[in-house]
């Protein structure tokens, strides 16, 4: 079984700068990829951004040229350096491991960020 633990959620500004972060914990497969989706009321859960064990990374329209999706393959942690916030990036964030070796995919809890003045 694999732990995700998010931190690092909270309220900000528009305009402002938040980083998230994940420590995943347990029996970790080496070929994974991580990553980050959000929920925001009333919406369906939507892809952030994703990163390989080889730092690949994809990322919404939405959080181009605003999100940085980076990975410690050491740690076992992922982070998300969100800038430039908007008020439509409030929702709940929640981290992600999928193995590319058999069907894991695990889910952190989730962590409130909220983009309002």
């Known amino acids: 079984q694999v732990q995700l633990v998010e931190s690092g959620g909270g309220l900000v500004q528009p305009g402002g700068s938040l980083r998230l972060s994940c420590a995943a914990s347990?029996?970790?497969?080496?070929?994974?990829?991580m990553g980050w989706f959000r929920q925001a009321p009333g919406k369906q859960r939507e892809l952030v951004a994703t990163?390989?064990?080889?730092?690949?990374?994809n990322y919404a329209d939405s959080v181009k040229g605003r999100f940085t999706i980076s990975r410690d393959n050491v740690k076992n942690t992922v982070d998300l350096q969100m800038n430039s916030l908007k008020p439509e990036d409030t929702a709940v964030y929640y981290c992600?491991?999928?193995?590319?070796?058999?069907?894991?995919?695990?889910w952190g809890r989730g962590t409130q960020v909220t983009v309002s003045s």
């Open positions: 992600n491991l999928k193995t590319l070796i058999g069907n894991g995919d695990y």
């Open positions: 347990g029996s970790i497969f080496r070929l994974n990829v």
């Open positions: 990163i390989t064990i080889g730092d690949s990374t």
